[in-house]
């Protein structure tokens, strides 16, 4: 086990368990539940398009709007554009923002093929200039998310994670899979570990199928990463981080939220979407999160279509009034729920 902090550069986390940018969830109201539960040491927003954070759309503003429990906060930029992602970076700068995460991992076409995502891990020297241009953009730590390379033929990772490095790069995240993988198969621990003996001296940081307590310790030990990320263990289960922390601390830990817990958990975060949006606009931005809220409780099919339908708060509130009469198809409301299967993502999302 690694007792050194997490650390990027000065900034130096309170743990070594991080939230995986998630475009779609990790918006500042699962941010606030994920934090407040506990243990995590670094959250990311989704990934935002350098461009649209400078022209100032609607969009890329909410994925960035933050509150002040928000920190340590990572804002993730894409783009191919040197100019463009060094002026986006020093804007995050100014906004306060802790650290900014290249993405170097988005296989989506629409984002492929502007030259941004996985594809700059097929253009060496142009990809190493445009994250030094960032980096030298702000004083802010710089990161870089990135896949294994491009498919199993191109192991470029270990090869960039070095040249990234040298360029001034303060930690990078690897998601142990090729583009051409998708999410099929299993994570590759020994592509994670290569690209950790590549580094001098940087945290790196593994991603990929930590779904439990015994897969992060198995993350570390097999790989030497200084710190493990968590994507979708984190919707299934958002106390993840705070069990990694007791873990940690005292090699045991509790369990996670029951029915009613996570109930409670819901309501808080729909809360906070309201806040954000407003009571009209909320259930139709609640609906992939309350998805997996509805899934994990062991909602009642009907319920949980009911909920994906709902258009207002009140029509929200309605149908977690009848899920809370009702509880869980199988188990307690108050007892341990059988642990989620998490599958693989389907859909625009599916190579992520
Ligand atoms: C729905 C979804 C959205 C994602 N969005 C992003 C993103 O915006 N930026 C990014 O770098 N990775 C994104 N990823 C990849 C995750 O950060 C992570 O690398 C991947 O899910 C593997 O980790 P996990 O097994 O813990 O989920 C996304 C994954 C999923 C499933």
Redesign the pocket.
């Known amino acids: 086990m690694v007792n050194k902090p997490l650390a990027y550069g000065p900034l130096v986390f309170s743990t070594r368990w991080l939230l995986?940018?998630?475009?779609?969830?990790t918006n500042l109201p699962f941010r606030r539940i994920v934090r407040e539960i506990g243990g995590v040491g670094l959250c990311t927003t989704?990934?935002v398009n350098a461009r649209g954070l400078l022209s100032g759309s609607e969009k890329t503003h909410e994925l960035i709007a933050t509150c002040p429990e928000d920190s340590p906060l990572s804002v993730?930029i894409f783009g191919h554009e040197p100019p463009i992602m060094a002026e986006a970076a020093r804007m995050l700068e100014a906004r306060g923002v802790d650290s900014i995460d290249i993405?170097m991992?988005?296989p989506v076409n629409k984002v492929t093929k502007t030259g941004a995502g996985a594809s700059l891990m097929c253009e060496r020297d142009k990809t190493i200039d445009l994250v030094e241009a960032v980096v030298k953009a702000v004083k802010i730590p710089v990161t870089v998310?990135m896949r294994l390379g491009w498919d199993e033929t191109q192991l470029t990772a270990p090869h960039f994670a070095r040249a990234f490095e040298d360029v001034g790069v303060a930690a990078i995240a690897i998601?142990g899979r090729t583009r051409q993988q998708g999410?099929s198969g299993k994570?590759n621990r020994a592509g994670i570990r290569a690209v950790v003996e590549a580094v001098k001296s940087i945290p790196v940081i593994g991603?990929?199928?930590?779904l439990t307590v015994a897969d992060a310790e198995t993350m570390l030990r097999e790989t030497g990463c200084a710190g493990v990320?968590?994507?979708?263990?984190a919707l299934a289960n958002p106390w993840i981080f705070r069990q990694l922390a007791q873990w940690e601390a005292t090699g045991t830990y509790d369990p996670p939220g029951s029915f009613q817990e996570r109930l409670e958990l819901l309501r808080k975060q729909f809360g906070y979407v309201i806040e954000l949006r407003g009571a009209d606009r909320a259930a139709p931005f609640f609906r992939k999160m309350g998805h997996w809220y509805m899934k994990a409780m062991r909602v009642p099919a009907a319920l949980r279509h009911a909920l994906q339908l709902a258009k207002d708060a009140a029509e929200v509130d309605a149908v977690l009034a009848r899920v809370a009469e009702q509880g869980p198809t199988i188990g307690t409301k108050t007892g341990l729920l059988p642990d989620l299967h998490i599958s693989v993502?389907a859909g625009p999302?599916a190579h992520?």
């Open positions: 995986s940018p998630l475009a779609g969830f989704d990934l993730q993405n991992g988005c998310k998601h999410f994570v991603n990929g199928d930590v990320s968590i994507g979708r263990g993502p999302n992520w």
